[in-house]
């Protein structure tokens, strides 16, 4: 089993930054990829960042550029940084790792972005 515990959500204005980090226990192979979802009320949960286990990373459109998802070097805690955030970033934001045909989730953080 895998446990994600997210931290570092809040209230910021927009153009501000906030720092979202998922510590990652438990049985946590090599070969994974690790990523930040989100959900805004009334919307569907999209992509917004992944990282392979080998460094590779993926971002949304919408977040190219403002976004930075990275992991610390014992590979299990991972962040994300959030520059010039705005008023469409505001969501919960979950923590997912994907390993051998499993995904296992956060409780999810919120994010709120005044405008």
């Known amino acids: 089993q895998v446990q994600l515990v997210e931290s570092g959500g809040g209230l910021v204005q927009a153009g501000g930054s906030l720092r979202l980090s998922c510590a990652a226990s438990?049985?946590?192979?090599?070969?994974?990829?690790m990523g930040w979802y989100r959900q805004a009320p009334g919307k569907q949960r999209e992509l917004v960042a992944s990282?392979?286990?080998?460094?590779?990373?993926n971002y949304a459109d919408s977040v190219k550029g403002r976004f930075t998802i990275s992991k610390d070097n014992a590979k299990t805690t991972l962040h994300l940084q959030m520059n010039s955030l705005k008023s469409e970033d505001t969501a919960n934001y979950y923590c997912?790792?994907?390993?051998?045909?499993?995904?296992?989730w956060g409780q999810g953080t919120q994010v709120t972005v005044s405008s």
């Open positions: 990282i392979t286990n080998d460094g590779r990373t």
């Open positions: 997912i790792l994907s390993q051998a045909t499993k995904n296992y």
């Open positions: 438990g049985t946590i192979f090599r070969l994974n990829v």
